[in-house]
Structures are given as structure tokens and as C-alpha cells.
């Protein structure tokens, strides 16, 4: 058995007579892009927003999940009719609206570390992460504006 | 002229002996960049180490099996290795209980450079244990006697003063496997160390390190550290007090 480990990336090839081994970039290089501190930064309000939205997707989703599939009928009841009577109501509106913003970002951002962490080209992640970004503002965007723009008397 | 008392000495000592097949990684840049596996059979005591088995490989049958241990007793952390999937001290682990019935993998920690065999580039892992300040910080003179500390402050961290350094932690985490940017668990337990050390005056200052984009925050919550610790410290809870008080210290 022998695994070929000669995988270049970014078009970088890992091997030379003074490395003959793939190398790996030192961690912790100071570069310009180093934040300097202070306070807060994005990694920890993106932390902090998971947990946060994770607890508040419990409520959301759970009762989404039982309105819809469990109590009063199960799917079955689903319908037009059923859509256009929950969504005469401002509270339901609010609840949809919130459960898919929150939803929308926690599940994006949840991904967008998948990709951080999995992603092994720089060039792989970054057209990666622009795909989940354009799919998230395109669902939100899209599902925003179909709670408030919603006519139940269409034909 | 044969002794017979000598050789039953021998037949009983060698009496429980058993064959196991030691699967290890082999990777030599002087000979080729592939790596191979190679299978080697010794007879052993299975009560006997996997770091034993490797110096019997190394000095009965391949010379150039290539490995670090200075110790041989789980104090120096050289030998940190990855042993059937699982990262481990080989002079910690006892051959009848890794299962010597099937071929025992041994390979490099991952996540490392390999430069050979069993041997990887430790250095970004110390440039990570360098760059969270790994060392007592103080303002003012220098006391004339001993910094003194509770017994109950000395406790708060006791648990993070364990670490030997063996990188069998830092290099079982998935994180730190995809760029070595991460500062992987072990930078972060000897943090811990001082951050939550009475004597220390520099917490704060190693927090804003460990809030950086490649800092605590990269942590998934895996919990491979901790299972890795051969010196079973609570690597992950070590991490969520870190996070805990990045937080609480803000907010
Ligand atoms: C129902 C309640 C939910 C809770 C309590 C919850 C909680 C969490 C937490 C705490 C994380 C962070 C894990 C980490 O950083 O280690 C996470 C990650 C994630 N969540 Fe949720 N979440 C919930 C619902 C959802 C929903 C509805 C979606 C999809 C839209 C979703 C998608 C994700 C993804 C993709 C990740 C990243 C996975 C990872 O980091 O391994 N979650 N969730
Ligand atoms: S050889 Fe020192 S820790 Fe194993």
C-alpha cells in the first residue's frame, strides 16, 4: 500500500530538497490582518449568536414543528386555507418571520464554519462561502417578502 | 553443556509471549515522497509497551525505524503517536489493551509536518505555546519572599498544570488538522494555567490573544482533546472556561 501525498495547494508545491515533506505554514504569523484586540470581535458575537439563536430555535422550531405536523390533524390539514388563516395574524407573521431570519443566519453561519474548517483551497472556500451567502440573502430576501406581501385572495 | 535449569527459566519467561503485527507508517524523503505501510511481526510480552515493541522493531530487525522518546515513562511527552486511529503515548500504552489480535497501526500524529517515520515538525506547535505568554507575569519588585497563593487558588488550576507538552491533544483536533492555524487545544490549556493563576497579572493581555480569529473560538466542541490527554486533563472543559471568561470578563 502507498498513498501518494504529493497533493499541491494552491497551486503551491509542497516539496523542494529542503522540504521534503508537504509543509505547512507556521501558525500565528503576524501579518497586517492580525487584529490588534480590544473588546470584542466577530468570531465571539458569531459564538455568542449560536448558542443564543440555538436557544430561541428551540421554542420557535418545536412549536412550529408540532402546530404544523402534530396537533389539530396533523399534515393533513395543511393547506392554502390553513396558510392564509395563520398568516391573517401578525402574531404567526412574527413568529415565521423571526424563525426564518434566525434560522437563515444560525444554520449559514453554522455552515460557514463547516467550510472554514473543511475547505482545503483557498480558492474552494472562498467561492464556497459565496455560494451559501448568495443562497442565504436570496431565502431570506424571498421569504421575507412573501410573509408580507402574502394575499390570500389570489387566484 | 546445557543447564536445564536455565532453560526452564527461559521456557516460563517466554511463556505467555505472543506474535502481534505492528503496522507503522513509514515516510523517508531521502528515499521517496510516498508513504508505505510496513507490517513487522515481533514476539512479545503483550503486558509489554508499544514503545517497547518499537525499540524491539528498531534494534532487532529495521535500524532506520525512526521515532521520538527521551523518557519512556509519560513525563517528557516525546512519544505522542497515533495508535490504532487513536492518539496516544506509546510508552503509555500497554500492547494486551490495544486488541495485539489484529495488526496494531502506528502512525505519525496528524496535522504536523512529517519530516520522518514517526517523526513530525513540533515547531507551530510550540509557536502556538510561545504566543499565549507561557510564563508567570508580574508588575512591580520583586518580593522578597515567595508569592504566596491559597490552597483553594492554587486548585482553580490545577488541572491545566498537567500538560506535558506530547501535542496529542492539539494534533487530534479536527480544527487544527485543517490549516495548523488554529492555536489547538494545548496552547490554550497552558493559558489557562496562568489565566486563572492568583499570582498572574497578565490574564487579561493572554484572553485578547486567544480571542482572535484563530483563537478559542475555532473550537467545536469535540471533545478528541480531552479523550487524547494521556495525562486525562479536562482539556475541553479547560477550553469553555477560557471562552467563559473572554465572555463574562466583557459583558
Ligand atoms: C432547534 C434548536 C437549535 C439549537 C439549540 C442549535 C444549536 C446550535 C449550536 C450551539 C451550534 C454551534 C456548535 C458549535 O459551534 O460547536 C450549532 C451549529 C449549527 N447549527 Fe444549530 N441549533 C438549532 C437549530 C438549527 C437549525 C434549524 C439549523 C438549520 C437551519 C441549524 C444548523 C446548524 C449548523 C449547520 C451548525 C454548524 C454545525 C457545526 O458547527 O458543527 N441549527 N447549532
Ligand atoms: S517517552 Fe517521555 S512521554 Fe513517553
Redesign the interface.
Given at each position: 500500500?502507498?498513498?501518494?501525498?504529493?497533493g499541491a495547494i494552491d497551486g503551491v508545491t509542497l516539496?523542494d530538497v529542503d522540504n521534503?515533506?508537504?509543509?505547512?505554514?507556521?501558525?500565528?504569523k503576524r501579518t497586517k490582518k492580525?487584529?490588534k484586540?480590544?473588546?470584542?470581535?466577530?468570531?465571539?458575537i458569531?459564538?455568542?449568536f449560536m448558542r443564543l439563536s440555538g436557544i430561541v430555535l428551540v421554542v420557535l422550531v418545536i412549536g412550529h414543528l408540532l402546530i404544523q405536523l402534530v396537533l389539530d390533524g396533523g399534515v393533513s390539514k395543511i393547506g392554502f386555507a390553513f396558510v392564509a388563516g395563520r398568516w391573517a395574524s401578525p402574531w404567526w407573521q412574527t413568529w415565521d418571520l423571526v424563525m426564518l431570519w434566525l434560522a437563515m443566519l444560525h444554520g449559514a453561519n453554522g455552515l460557514r464554519?463547516v467550510i472554514?474548517?473543511?475547505a482545503?483551497r483557498d480558492n474552494t472556500r472562498f467561492w464556497l462561502k459565496m455560494l451559501l451567502y448568495t443562497a442565504t440573502v436570496f431565502t431570506i430576501l424571498l421569504g421575507t417578502l412573501v410573509i408580507f406581501t402574502f394575499d390570500p385572495n389570489i387566484s | 553443556m546445557a543447564t536445564p535449569v536455565m532453560d526452564k527459566a527461559q521456557a516460563t519467561a517466554t511463556a505467555d509471549y505472543i506474535t502481534a503485527t505492528f503496522r507503522i507508517r513509514r515516510?523517508n524523503?531521502?528515499e521517496s515522497?510516498?508513504?508505505?505501510?510496513e507490517d513487522f511481526q515481533i514476539t512479545i510480552d503483550p503486558k509489554e509497551r508499544v514503545l517497547d515493541a518499537l525499540h524491539k522493531i528498531k534494534w532487532d530487525t529495521d535500524g532506520t525505524l525512526t521515532f521520538r522518546r527521551s523518557c519512556a515513562h509519560g513525563i517528557c511527552g516525546s512519544d505522542a503517536m497515533r495508535i490504532n486511529g487513536r492518539n496516544r503515548l506509546a510508552c503509555k500504552t500497554l500492547i494486551k489493551d490495544i486488541n495485539p489480535d489484529k495488526p496494531i497501526t502506528v502512525e505519525p500524529i496528524k496535522?504536523?509536518?512529517?519530516?520522518k517515520d514517526l517523526v513530525v515538525?513540533m515547531?507551530?506547535f510550540f509557536?502556538?505555546f510561545r504566543?499565549v505568554m507561557p510564563f508567570l507575569v508580574t508588575e512591580g519588585n520583586e518580593p522578597t519572599r515567595e508569592r504566596l497563593q491559597s490552597a483553594e487558588d492554587r486548585e482553580r488550576f490545577d488541572d491545566t498544570t498537567k500538560c506535558i507538552l506530547c501535542a496529542a491533544c492539539t494534533s487530534s483536533c479536527?480544527?487544527f488538522w485543517?490549516?495548523?492555524?488554529?492555536?489547538g487545544p494545548a496552547a490554550i490549556v497552558n493559558a489557562h494555567r496562568f489565566i486563572f493563576d492568583s499570582r498572574d497579572e497578565a490574564g487579561e493581555q493572554r484572553l485578547?490573544?486567544l480571542?482572535?480569529?484563530?483563537?478559542v473560538?475555532?473550537c467545536?466542541t469535540t471533545f478528541n482533546c480531552t479523550d487524547a490527554c494521556p495525562r486525562g486533563i479536562e482539556v475541553t472543559k479547560a477550553i469553555q472556561e477560557v471562552?467563559r471568561a473572554?465572555?463574562t470578563r466583557?459583558f
Amino acid at each position: 500500500m502507498s498513498t501518494d501525498t504529493s497533493g499541491a495547494i494552491d497551486g503551491v508545491t509542497l516539496y523542494d530538497v529542503d522540504n521534503p515533506a508537504p509543509v505547512i505554514e507556521p501558525p500565528r504569523k503576524r501579518t497586517k490582518k492580525t487584529p490588534k484586540g480590544g473588546g470584542t470581535n466577530f468570531e465571539m458575537i458569531a459564538w455568542l449568536f449560536m448558542r443564543l439563536s440555538g436557544i430561541v430555535l428551540v421554542v420557535l422550531v418545536i412549536g412550529h414543528l408540532l402546530i404544523q405536523l402534530v396537533l389539530d390533524g396533523g399534515v393533513s390539514k395543511i393547506g392554502f386555507a390553513f396558510v392564509a388563516g395563520r398568516w391573517a395574524s401578525p402574531w404567526w407573521q412574527t413568529w415565521d418571520l423571526v424563525m426564518l431570519w434566525l434560522a437563515m443566519l444560525h444554520g449559514a453561519n453554522g455552515l460557514r464554519t463547516v467550510i472554514n474548517d473543511y475547505a482545503e483551497r483557498d480558492n474552494t472556500r472562498f467561492w464556497l462561502k459565496m455560494l451559501l451567502y448568495t443562497a442565504t440573502v436570496f431565502t431570506i430576501l424571498l421569504g421575507t417578502l412573501v410573509i408580507f406581501t402574502f394575499d390570500p385572495n389570489i387566484s | 553443556m546445557a543447564t536445564p535449569v536455565m532453560d526452564k527459566a527461559q521456557a516460563t519467561a517466554t511463556a505467555d509471549y505472543i506474535t502481534a503485527t505492528f503496522r507503522i507508517r513509514r515516510f523517508n524523503p531521502e528515499e521517496s515522497d510516498a508513504v508505505i505501510w510496513e507490517d513487522f511481526q515481533i514476539t512479545i510480552d503483550p503486558k509489554e509497551r508499544v514503545l517497547d515493541a518499537l525499540h524491539k522493531i528498531k534494534w532487532d530487525t529495521d535500524g532506520t525505524l525512526t521515532f521520538r522518546r527521551s523518557c519512556a515513562h509519560g513525563i517528557c511527552g516525546s512519544d505522542a503517536m497515533r495508535i490504532n486511529g487513536r492518539n496516544r503515548l506509546a510508552c503509555k500504552t500497554l500492547i494486551k489493551d490495544i486488541n495485539p489480535d489484529k495488526p496494531i497501526t502506528v502512525e505519525p500524529i496528524k496535522g504536523l509536518t512529517v519530516l520522518k517515520d514517526l517523526v513530525v515538525d513540533m515547531e507551530p506547535f510550540f509557536q502556538a505555546f510561545r504566543d499565549v505568554m507561557p510564563f508567570l507575569v508580574t508588575e512591580g519588585n520583586e518580593p522578597t519572599r515567595e508569592r504566596l497563593q491559597s490552597a483553594e487558588d492554587r486548585e482553580r488550576f490545577d488541572d491545566t498544570t498537567k500538560c506535558i507538552l506530547c501535542a496529542a491533544c492539539t494534533s487530534s483536533c479536527p480544527v487544527f488538522w485543517n490549516d495548523g492555524q488554529y492555536f489547538g487545544p494545548a496552547a490554550i490549556v497552558n493559558a489557562h494555567r496562568f489565566i486563572f493563576d492568583s499570582r498572574d497579572e497578565a490574564g487579561e493581555q493572554r484572553l485578547e490573544i486567544l480571542n482572535d480569529k484563530d483563537g478559542v473560538w475555532r473550537c467545536r466542541t469535540t471533545f478528541n482533546c480531552t479523550d487524547a490527554c494521556p495525562r486525562g486533563i479536562e482539556v475541553t472543559k479547560a477550553i469553555q472556561e477560557v471562552k467563559r471568561a473572554l465572555i463574562t470578563r466583557r459583558f
